[in-house]
Nanobody
Framework: QVQLVESGGGLVQPGGSLRLSCAASRFTSDYYAIGWFRQAPGKEREGVPCIRSSDGSTYYADSVKGRFTISRDNAKNTVYLQMNSLKPEDTGVYYC??????????????????????WGQGTQVTVSS
């Protein structure tokens, strides 16, 4: 099973930037997709972006399009989430997750949160002045 470790969270002012990292214990070819999710206090978990391993396709939540970028470094078995122009509503615990099942699905399917069977411990992001 893939083990995931997130890092890079912290406190940042509105308009600032952070880069989150998700380090995986196995080669990127061992999972079909990596997704970033976030959960704010009192709210349900929501998908942020995800990346499909087979073709590198990505899918973003409307709320983060143009501000967040997901990328991967296969040599380091790491997926990144670059977050720019941060807003207070981006505050929450950010988790990365991996889909390691036996079937490859569309990136849209993965964005919806299906098929993920490995989760990191989460990293806190707080956007506040």
């Amino acid at each position: 099973q893939v083990q995931l470790v997130e890092s890079g969270g912290g406190l940042v002012q509105p308009g600032g930037s952070l880069r989150l990292s998700c380090a995986a214990s196995r080669f990127t070819s061992d999972y079909y997709a990596i997704g970033w999710f976030r959960q704010a206090p009192g709210k349900e978990r929501e998908g942020v972006p995800c990346i499909r391993s087979s073709d590198g396709s990505t899918y973003y939540a409307d709320s983060v399009k143009g501000r967040f970028t997901i990328s991967r470094d296969n040599a380091k078995n790491t997926v990144y989430l670059q977050m720019n122009s941060l807003k207070p509503e981006d505050t929450g615990v950010y988790y990365c997750a991996a889909a390691t099942g036996e079937t490859d699905y569309s990136v849209t399917y993965y964005y919806m949160g299906f098929e993920y069977d490995a989760w990191g411990q989460g990293t806190q992001v707080t956007v506040s002045s």
